[in-house]
């Protein structure tokens, strides 16, 4: 194998791929990068065998080239050392070239590094798909599907099911839910499918998080293919496999409450400031958990008390409060979490008792959705 | 105590003092903040009683009023939650105010804080210090001075002494030196000294480095006062004590070479960016430990080979080579730090032989040296 090749698009590739690579695998050959030069371009990929990538550089693309293959083959390179090594080099052109038992050479500039080389035949195949039921998304709108339900992924392992978002496809709609059992986050959104095939996979948050940093922010199409145990993410020169969860995810629909008792409307950064200012005594000594209390004439208080630090109150006032008096108390890390995933200026808090989940809603916005179960506190 | 002041100013005093806190004091008050309120305006002090900051808070300066003093008081608060809440404040304004019991409420907007205070009587004093022999030096100067000695003072206890970095005065010339006894870094400059004292002293590397954190890059004097185990800087509103360290610095004078065998001028970033290279396979491979070899032709090569990675090469085109041929080994960090505090752009290396120490000095500059131990490699 011999290329010589654009040093910014090199370190790109190897930058994404990088994102499936673990140092903790019990495979050693996957803390490598594996680089196939053939005649259209030059391929690296990168797997922990739960999410792999495979980042691909045409030799040439909008009249530039980028790679010159001057010997097609293939080596799998430690993928520590290479990253480093690429971002490093001293001259915009790379040139790599592999020699006898897989050592490798690496030229830019009169920098010349010699690197220990693996078979790339032994590196694990990546899982074949059939593109048959394909369905599209912008990448943006992909983007922000994940960043507002992943946050609410359970870190325990307890469920592992939990540790996952579910996707489910359903008469042309995509709904994506996370809950760790204490929150839950909801978005859905019409996509462009050119089946009607439904789905209900669950997806490892890690995989989804993984994905978001790769991929940039274009309205560009994003497709999509879901097996029995795996989902691929075709972008432009770019594949993102990952493996699915087994099992099956909770209902989830029977949490939401239908009907509400008090019903509050907020300029959503005010109610997030305040509960941020309340949460600065409550964090260490009350597990994080401050007080929401309703007043007449649409005055709100948010409250927390920890008498070995001292107390804090806040008003706010709400755009309109309507329904029974409440007084609540719930995680401000939760409800943070949610008024940041929303985005929106103004906000719906529909109450149904103290004692009973709570949902958090963009004014005027059906499409997502944030439950909080409240906390106890006598 | 009552008072009325502007955010930012708080702000940025809090967090001037807070550098001097510590969360792991066997001095359970010297985990708040003293906040003195005065005719003048509020002083606010922190300790971890090595280093102890005061930042003044006058109640006009430049014509705007900064503090309204109603009530002269004084209470200590939580460092830990004072800095976080002021911090978070909603508005511009921050009234301040200390009850019963030292329990103190701090409103800002409709935000009301209520803090459990300590006693400022219980609050250590501040060492009292003599201003009899003060010298003066220009801040960015001394900020400089700092940065390029106090990086390579030791990390090890083991001889306490080499944790600090010496300050000689004589004949108005004040010499820094730092050293782990495997570099030595050394920085000098004729200041400005009302008296011809002459001193001898050690302050703590931690000390140096909290101070240049908080001092601005201006020109604008700095007072330092120097007793037997306190040293005083004083700039504009802020008073930083340390004190200094008990014990002998060795004598280095004798380290430094007088003469040399091999001398190497160089562009300071080309040799800095090689010996980065080259380090990336033996940072864990050889203990960061990289070589160079001198050629005919000024033609210098820094390489390095780690068996099990790989190994690696670059030439480098020297301005100028004189004297006898060379090849040595030595740790690439410390050669790197050594580069990036000369900040020079062609530098001198002056080598007596592949085990003796060697110095890098920038061209035309005798105010700053760099000395390192080479590393015997087989």
Not at 212 to 240: G, H, P, R, W, Y
Request: aromatic share 6%; charged share 25%.
């Amino acid at each position: 194998m011999k290329f010589v090749i654009q040093k910014d698009k090199l370190v790109q590739s190897v930058q994404d791929v990088m994102k499936a690579v673990s140092s903790r695998t019990t495979i050693p050959i996957l803390t490598g990068i594996k680089i196939v030069a053939h005649s259209e371009g030059v391929t690296l990929t990168g797997s922990d065998s739960d999410i792999s990538i495979e980042s691909f550089i045409p030799s040439e693309e909008d009249d530039k080239e980028n790679v010159e293959v001057i010997q097609a083959g293939s080596v799998v390179l430690q993928a520590k050392f290479f990253s480093e090594i690429v971002k490093k080099l001293p001259k915009d052109i790379v040139e790599i070239e592999v020699g006898n038992h897989h050592s490798t050479t690496i030229r830019s500039g009169k920098a010349e590094f010699s690197l220990n080389g693996l078979d790339a035949e032994e590196y694990p195949h990546l899982p074949q798909i059939e593109e048959e039921n394909i369905f599209k998304i912008p990448t943006d709108l992909l983007k922000a599907m994940v960043r507002q339900t992943v946050f609410a992924v359970s870190t325990s392992e307890t469920r592992p099911i939990l540790t996952g978002v579910n996707w489910k496809l359903e008469n042309g709609e995509l709904i994506c839910i996370a809950t760790d059992s204490h929150r839950l986050a909801l978005r859905k959104a019409m996509i462009d499918s050119e089946n009607l095939e439904t789905y209900n996979v669950v997806i490892p948050g890690k995989s989804l998080s993984e994905l978001s940093k790769i991929l940039d922010d274009t309205n560009e199409l994003i497709e999509i293919v879901i097996t029995e145990n795996q989902v691929l993410f075709k972008a432009k020169n770019l594949l993102f496999f990952s493996r699915l969860l087994d099992g099956n995810y909770p209902d989830t629909s029977r949490l939401i409450p239908a009907d509400s008792k008090t019903n509050l409307t907020l300029n959503s950064k005010d109610f997030l400031q305040a509960i941020d200012r309340a949460s600065l005594l409550a964090k260490e000594a009350r597990n994080n958990v401050v007080k929401l209390s309703t007043f007449t004439d649409g005055l709100i208080e948010i409250s927390s008390n920890s008498p070995e630090i001292g107390k804090v109150s806040e008003e706010i006032q709400a755009e309109e409060v309507q329904g029974e008096e409440l007084k609540i108390s719930f995680s401000a890390k939760y409800v943070m979490d949610a008024l940041k995933a929303l985005e929106g200026t103004e906000i719906n808090v529909n109450f149904t008792g103290a004692m009973r989940p709570f949902v958090i809603k963009t004014t005027n916005d059906d499409s997502m959705l944030q439950l909080i179960l409240p906390v106890r506190t006598y």
